[in-house]
Nanobody, 120 residues
Framework: QVQLMESGGGLVQPGGSLRLSCAAS????????MGWYRQAPGKQRELVATITRDSITNYVDSVKGRFIISRDNTKKTVYLQMNSLKPEDTAVYYC??????????????WGQGTLVTVSS
């Protein structure tokens, strides 16, 4: 079994910060692309940020300059540091990873989701 375990969601005030973590476990050879997605109530799921194994990143325009995605390959963990949070950032956040196992097989794995609520 290959799993992603998310943590760090919660309630924060506008302008506050929150750090999400997502740790991979199981029989893993390597992890390629990792990313964070979010889904707000009544809206489509959207890609927030991605990061390659070599830490090349990209972001959706709405979070550029506020969010930072990073990863620790030793810990098999991806992080999302969220700063200057806005009410429109409220969503369930999901991590995603492309994971290689043996025998050679790639798994597109999703975390269970963690709720981020930005409200006064």
């Amino acid at each position: 079994q290959v799993q992603l375990m998310e943590s760090g969601g919660g309630l924060v005030q506008p302008g506050g910060s929150l750090r999400l973590s997502c740790a991979a476990s199981g029989s893993i050879v390597s992890i390629n692309l990792m990313g964070w997605y979010r889904q707000a109530p009544g809206k489509q799921r959207e890609l927030v940020a991605t990061i390659t194994r070599d830490s090349i990143t990209n972001y959706v325009d709405s979070v550029k300059g506020r969010f930072i995605i990073s990863r620790d390959n030793t810990k098999k963990t991806v992080y999302l540091q969220m700063n200057s949070l806005k009410p429109e950032d409220t969503a369930v956040y999901y991590c995603n990873a492309d994971i290689l196992t043996l025998p050679v097989k790639y798994f597109d794995v999703w975390g269970q989701g963690t709720l981020v609520t930005v409200s006064s």
